[in-house]
């Protein structure tokens, strides 16, 4: 049976593995203890408690295959080189992307992270004036999820553009988002990073591409079935992989879902990137917009924003994804 080597259990290498543990020996390598579903990690912010859930451990991800706790220094054909060695038929690098704490972890252990992100929370809690720089996902929903659970804190959003969430094909995304967070009272700044008077400044920009294992700085180039070009049976995806579609969770699951099909029927034609691409924002658990993937991106508002994402942040079902009925006593 042929072994493939994932490299990185966040979405994508956790999608691909499930997605090939009846087909192949398996060995997901990861360096972090446990899966951070950083999804919910804005909200987490806000309400420190969050946090237990979405930790979630390795052990039932793989019924056949095995997931190993490394750090992978180099990756080059039919071998993926750490702590240990790995002979491997085929190597996936999905190492992801980087983010300042407590939106991503950094550390090796889950207790570490947990540590340093209730004390971020406990700092925010204590804030009476607090400035947030950013306008992208990340900020805007931090800015909603604080406004929701501290509506009486003194709360800043600073922008160095001239709008929020730049990236949405559609600006009125951007717009009912504004809309939204003013009236929620908090103070929308464009054209400045500049912040005076805050008791905590909050830098929610900066995600940080690149493939170590690779020696690559930012995305890796890859074909349209994933392949690293000059290296036989290396592929590289999500946002690991520069395959022309942006670094988003759901957007790397649907990539890896492709690859383990392909890896299973070689034949088959190449990755079609979303030709409309969703984003759903929310701002706490029952306000938001939501960019539809439709003809024209129509944008919608609270209402389905929170039934299709603000309510649940999608906890349950990457509990379900790691080989999980429910998130009631789990080591």
Known sequence: MKRVV??????????????????????????????????????????????????????????????????????????????????????????????????????????????????????????????????????????????????????????????????????????????????????????????????LVIRAFGAGFGAPCLNTEGRVPVDRHFKVPGMEGVFALGDAADCGEAALSFLATRQAAYLGRYLQNPGMAPYKPAKWTAMAVPLGPELGATQLPLPGLPVVGSWLTSRLKGRRLFIEENWRRAGYTTTANTP
Request: proline share 3%; hydrophobic share 45%; aromatic share 8%.
């Open 6 to 199: 994932i490299v990185g259990g966040g979405y994508a290498g956790v999608t691909l593995a499930r997605a090939l543990d009846d087909a192949f020996d398996v060995v997901l390598v990861e360096r972090k203890d446990r899966f951070f579903h950083n999804v919910g990690a804005m909200r987490a912010y806000a309400d420190a408690s969050l946090y237990s859930r979405l930790l979630i451990p390795y052990d039932r991800l793989l019924r056949r295959g095995r997931v190993e706790f490394d750090e992978v220094v180099s990756v080059g054909t039919g071998v993926v080189r750490g702590g240990k060695e790995w002979g491997a038929d085929v190597v996936v690098v999905a190492t992801g992307s980087t983010y300042g704490l407590p939106f991503k972890s950094s550390f090796r252990e889950s207790k570490a992270f947990l540590a340093e992100a209730e004390r971020s929370s406990a700092e925010l809690a204590s804030a009476e004036k607090v400035a947030i720089l950013g306008d992208g996902p990340v900020a805007v929903e931090l800015a909603g999820e604080i406004s929701w659970r501290y509506p009486n804190k003194r709360l800043q959003l600073v922008s160095a553009g001239t709008r929020l969430l730049a990236g949405a094909a559609n600006p009125r995304l951007g717009g009912k988002i504004l809309e939204i967070l003013r009236g929620r009272g908090v103070d929308v700044v464009f054209g400045t990073r500049e912040v005076s008077g805050a008791d």
